[in-house]
T-cell receptor, first 107, second 112 residues
């Protein structure tokens, strides 16, 4: 079993829909990261959080430390949100990554 | 700031050849890492460094060497390339474990 599991693996939605991507982990962590990778490969950090909730524009990330679970929400989704979203959890010095969720938003 | 830079962007090697993937950052970050990304596998840690002169192995270190002689540079050396090393390689850096990670643009390596 992977230490970091994301669901769903693939998600297709219509523009404007509310999107939720989930991340569950089985290891102790100091922080959880959400990353975005667009076609063409560049990886960008969206959030780093160790408790509670963070919001940036239309993106919201939450974490429940007790349940070892995090969610990434996108409100009013747009085709430019189409990308792979990656969850990563951080221990003492290393990050462990989930396999990613491929999100496609159709106009 | 240029952030994290990687060279080359693309490379084709023949089996048995050696090469060095370059990575540099201008943010004075102590932590630097090398990852490989393969379809269906996610990002996997090859080697990492917590400061100049200090390196350690990650999840998939075999066939790769690293060194960290300066804070800025963290090159990855392929000793004798194998087709199994065909992958996209990302270098990343961060100020400390409590800070976000910055990724380079990646190097797409093909070994034939």
């Amino acid at each position: 079993k992977n230490e970091v599991e994301q669901s769903p693996q693939n998600l297709t939605a219509q523009e404007g829909e509310f999107i939720t991507i989930n991340c569950s982990y089985s290891v102790g962590i100091s922080a959880l990261h959400w990353l975005q990778q667009h076609p063409g490969g560049g990886i960008v950090s969206l959030f780093m959080l160790s408790s509670g909730k963070k919001k940036h524009g239309r993106l919201i990330a939450t974490i429940n430390i007790q349940e070892k679970h995090s969610s990434l929400h996108i409100t009013a989704s747009h085709p430019r949100d189409s990308a792979v979203y990656i969850c990563a959890v951080g221990g003492a010095q290393k990050l462990v990554f989930g396999q990613g969720t491929r999100l496609t938003i159709n106009p | 700031n240029a952030g994290v830079t990687q060279t080359p962007k693309f490379q084709v090697l023949k089996t048995g050849q050696s090469m060095t993937l370059q990575c540099a950052q201008d943010m004075n970050h102590e932590y630097m890492s090398w990852y490989r990304q393969d379809p269906g596998m996610g990002l996997r840690l090859i080697h990492y460094s917590v400061g100049a002169g200090i390196t350690d192995q990650g999840e998939v270190p075999n066939g790769y060497n690293v060194s960290r002689s300066t804070t800025e540079d963290f090159p990855l050396r392929l000793l004798s390339a194998a087709p199994s090393q065909t992958s996209v390689y990302f270098c990343a850096s961060r100020r400390d474990i409590e800070y976000e990670q910055y990724f380079g643009p990646g190097t797409r390596l093909t070994v034939t």
